[in-house]
C-alpha cells in the first residue's frame, strides 16, 4: 500500500484496504438480497455518476438500503455504498479482498483508484471491494456541526461540548452509527454479491472494525491482515501510545548518523517541555480549515502532536525530516527557552486541518469504545470514576508526561466522551468476543505511537494463529514505505496465509532527523 495515503487518526488514522474474499460472480439483479436490505446495483447503462474508474479493471457499484438500527423501523434507513474492483485474469475470483478505511468515518470509494494501486498484486486474480462506512462519502454522508479543525484544535472542554452538540444534533439516531452496524452492512453487501468468503484487510481503525466483523460473521472470513492495529479490550487511558512516545524518539536518534541526536536527551527535553506546558501552555495562533483558532497548546495538545500526527507518515520519505524527524531539534530548543521551532510544527500540523464533520468518528468512538467509567452511571458519578481512573496509574505509566496530560491528548479517548448520552446510543463493543480461528498477520511500525506495537501484540493475541511483524523505521501506517516491502508481505498473506520472505523489512532505511544543536 505504498501508493495508498493515511488519513488521521488511529483512533483516528488512516487510508484503507479489505473487503471481499472467494468467489465474487458479477451483480445479477435477481441475485437474493440479505433480509431487511434493499439493492441498488450497478447495471448495463446505469453506472451510477459517482462509480469510480480503474485502468484495466472493470469496476462495479451500487448501494444497499440498510436499516438505521435494527428493530427500530421508525428511526428510518440508510444507503451505504461500494465500489467492486474486477480482476483481470479469465474465469471466477480466487478470493475478494474487503479493506477498510480507517478513521472512524474515513471513505473509501472516491480512493478506489489509489486502494487499485496499493494492492495491484492482488488483481489479477482477487476482486477488490471498497465500502463507504455509513454516514460516510456515499453513504448518506452524517453531519452534527462539528468540524475536523475544530475539534482538533480546541480546548479540551470545546472537545468535550463538541461532543455533547453531536449528540443533541443526531439525538436517536446516534444509535445506528457503531462498528457493529458497519460490520452488517459489509455482510448484506458480501451477500448480494454473491461471495462465501471474505480476506479483510484493516488498517488502523479498520484493525478494530474487522475483528468486530469477525466475531458477528466468522463463517465468513477466509484470513484477516491488521496494519497499525489495537485490540478490541484496549486501555482506555492510552498508556501504550504514552510509552511509545519515547522509544519513538530513542529509535531515530539512535538510528541516526552519529551526533544528529541523543536519545535519552530528547526524552529528557520531552519531560521538560510537557512540564513546562502542564504549568504554562503555549499561546499562538493557528490557522485550521481556514479559520483562526487562538490556541492554548497545552500538554495534552503536545501528546497529541507526538503521538498521532508524528506517527503519522514516518518513513513514507525518508530522505525527508518529517514531523516526527522535526522534533528532537524543536522539543530541545523549547526546553532551552527557544519556543519558534515547535511554533512552526504546530501551525504546520494545523494548517492539515480540514472541515470534514465529524459526526462519524465521534459516534463510533464514544459508541464503542471501552471508557474509564461505567456508561451506566451519571455525569458526576463518570468525571469521579475518571479521576480515581488516572489517580490509580502507577507512577511513570505515561513516560514523560502527566496522566491528566496525556489523556487530554487522544480526540477518541481520555474524557473526551464523558457527556456523551446514556439514553438514545448504543452499548460498548464487547471486548473479549469469539473470533474464528482463520491466518492473521498483524503489521505495526516500530515508530508509531498512535498504535503502539505493544497495542499490535495484545490485537495479534485475540486470534489462535497469528503472526505478527515490527517493520522498522515505518509508522503509522507501515504500508506506506515507498519500497512496497510490506504491501508485498500482505500480498502474499492474503494470497497464501504465509507472509513468506520478510527479510526485506531489514533493509527499511532509517528516516532523517534535524540535527540537534546546542
Known amino acids: 500500500m505504498s501508493a495508498i495515503r493515511t488519513v488521521r487518526r488511529a483512533g483516528l488514522a488512516v487510508g484503507a484496504m479489505a473487503l471481499l474474499a472467494s468467489c465474487t460472480p458479477a451483480v445479477k439483479a435477481d441475485a437474493p438480497a440479505a433480509e ?15 462509480c469510480p474508474e480503474v485502468k484495466g479493471h472493470a469496476v462495479d457499484c451500487g448501494s444497499v438500503k440498510r436499516p438505521l438500527v ?5 428511526l428510518g434507513t440508510v444507503k451505504v455504498s461500494y465500489a467492486v474492483v474486477r480482476h483481470t485474469a ?13 478513521g472512524p468515518g474515513e471513505t473509501a470509494v472516491d480512493r478506489t483508484p489509489v486502494f487499485a494501486a496499493g494492492l495491484a498484486g492482488m488483481l489479477r486474480d482477487h476482486d477488490l471491494l471498497l465500502v463507504d462506512p455509513r454516514g460516510t462519502g456515499r453513504s448518506q454522508r452524517l453531519p452534527c456541526g462539528v468540524t475536523d479543525a475544530e475539534y482538533r484544535f480546541g480546548t479540551r472542554q470545546q472537545q ?19 462498528s457493529a452496524a458497519t460490520a452488517d452492512d459489509i455482510d448484506a453487501i458480501r451477500a448480494r454479491l454473491g461471495v462465501a468468503k471474505l480476506s479483510l484487510y484493516g488498517l488502523s481503525y479498520g484493525t478494530y472494525l474487522m475483528p468486530v466483523y469477525a466475531a458477528r460473521h466468522p463463517e465468513r472470513v477466509r484470513s484477516m491482515v491488521l496494519s497499525g492495529a489495537y485490540p478490541l479490550g484496549f486501555d482506555p487511558l492510552v498508556r501504550p ?64 502532536l507526538l503521538f498521532e500526527s508524528a506517527s503519522r507518515e514516518a518513513g513514507a520519505d525518508p530522505a525527508e525530516p518529517s514531523l516526527l524527524g522535526r522534533l528532537p531539534h524543536a522539543l530541545h530548543r523549547f526546553a532551552g527557552g527557544d519556543a519558534a521551532p515547535l511554533r512552526r510544527l504546530v501551525r504546520a500540523e494545523a494548517a492539515s486541518a480540514g472541515t470534514e464533520d465529524q459526526a462519524p468518528y465521534i459516534a463510533v468512538v464514544c459508541n464503542d469504545y471501552r471508557k474509564s467509567w461505567s456508561v451506566d452511571a451519571s455525569p458526576a458519578e463518570r468525571r469521579e470514576q475518571y479521576r480515581r481512573a488516572l489517580g490509580s496509574a502507577a507512577p511513570g505509566a505515561f513516560g514523560a508526561f502527566s496522566a491528566k496530560g496525556f489523556n487530554e491528548a487522544p480526540t477518541d479517548g481520555g474524557d473526551v466522551c464523558l457527556s456523551w448520552p446514556r439514553e438514545g446510543t448504543a452499548r460498548p463493543q464487547p471486548t473479549r468476543p ?71 523489512l531489514r533493509a527499511l532505511p532509517p528516516i532523517a532527523v534535524t540535527p540537534v544543536r546546542g
Open 241 to 304: 501510545s504514552a510509552q511509545a512516545v519515547s522509544l519513538a524518539l530513542r529509535h531515530i536518534c539512535d538510528r541516526a548518523p552519529k551526533g544528529t541526536c541523543d536519545g535519552e536527551r530528547a526524552v529528557k527535553d520531552l519531560a521538560t517541555v510537557a512540564r513546562k506546558l502542564r504549568d504554562e501552555p503555549l499561546r499562538l495562533p493557528v490557522i485550521a480549515g481556514g479559520t483562526t483558532y487562538p490556541l492554548r497548546f497545552t500538554e495534552g495538545q503536545l501528546g497529541n
Open 90 to 102: 479469465p474465469g471466477a475470483a480466487k478470493g475478494t479482498v474487503a479493506v477498510n478505511p480507517g
Open 70 to 74: 435494527t428493530g427500530k423501523p421508525r
Open 434 to 504: 469469539e473470533l474464528p480461528d482463520v491466518p492473521v498477520l498483524v503489521l505495526s511500525g516500530d515508530l508509531d505511537a498512535n498504535t503502539a506495537a505493544a497495542n499490535s501484540r495484545l490485537a495479534a493475541r485475540q486470534f489462535r494463529h497469528s503472526t505478527f511483524l515490527s517493520a522498522p523505521n515505518t509508522g503509522h501506517v507501515a504500508e506506506l514505505e515507498p519500497s512496497s516491502c510490506v504491501t508485498g508481505i500482505s500480498t502474499r498473506f492474503l494470497r497464501t496465509g504465509s507472509p513468506g520472505d520478510t527479510s526485506c
Open 160 to 178: 468535550r461540548d463538541a461532543v455533547a452538540r453531536c449528540a443533541r444534533t443526531l439525538g436517536p439516531r446516534a444509535e445506528g452509527y457503531t
Open 36 to 50: 431487511g436490505t434493499a439493492i441498488t446495483a450497478t447495471r448495463q447503462g446505469k453506472r451510477p455518476a459517482w
